[in-house]
């Protein structure tokens, strides 16, 4: 089996766990690091102190996880269950355990803010005018040729025109 390296708490406890130093050095995001760690082996321990250990299938926004081919530990140690897929709500995670590999390839895959901001703008978010919004008035619809416009109250006649 791989080295594994912890994302939070101490891996001094792993024999030939890398100098807490050199983790230090390299920013890795977390979530960043999750996406690469999907199709990856690794360990979740639980708030409850159950721990999961198997390959990440995918995560979300919330670190919210979903694995396959699990073998579960019970808190105390005393028993374990293997389930071929499970799914981790993220606010029950005490810490994750990933291969160094993991955080090797992290540092391979550049990203920038600039790539970043790239890729936000390709799905179409932000901007200004793309012709799709109408601006900030108070939903009245627009006349088309041959109609007369609506006042932008609706159907309602104005109060001036009420009397």
């Known amino acids: 089996s791989s080295d594994l390296?912890?994302?939070?708490?101490?891996?001094?406890?792993v024999p030939s766990a890398r100098p807490r130093a050199d983790f230090i050095a390299t920013m890795v995001l977390p979530m960043q690091l999750l996406r690469t760690a999907q199709n990856q082996p690794m360990m979740v321990e639980l708030k409850?102190?159950?721990t999961y250990?198997?390959?990440?299938?995918?995560?979300?926004?919330f670190m919210n996880l979903h694995m396959r081919?699990?073998?579960?530990t019970s808190r105390d140690g005393e028993r374990f269950w293997k389930?071929?897929?499970?799914?981790v709500r993220g606010n029950s995670i005490k810490y994750l355990r990933l291969p160094?590999?993991?955080i090797d390839m992290v540092k391979d895959e550049p990203t920038s803010r600039k790539e970043i901001r790239q890729q936000?703008?390709?799905r179409g978010r932000g901007g200004r005018g793309k012709g799709e919004g109408r601006g900030r008035g108070r939903g009245g619809q627009a006349a088309g040729p041959g109609e007369k416009s609506r006042p932008a109250g609706g159907?309602?006649?104005?109060?001036?025109?009420r009397g």
Do not use: H, M, Q, W
């Not at 081919?69 to 579960?72: E, L, P, S, T």
């Not at 389930?83 to 799914?87: H, N, V």
């Not at 159907?155 to 025109?161: E, G, I, M, T, V």
């Open 5 to 13: 390296t912890c994302l939070r708490g101490r891996a001094s406890s």
């Open 48 to 50: 409850n102190g159950e």
């Open 53 to 61: 250990s198997g390959v990440l299938a995918s995560c979300d926004g």
């Open 69 to 72: 081919d699990i073998v579960c």
């Open 83 to 87: 389930i071929p897929e499970c799914y």
């Open 100 to 102: 160094d590999e993991v």
């Open 120 to 122: 936000f703008k390709a």
């Open 155 to 161: 159907d309602k006649p104005s109060k001036r025109a």
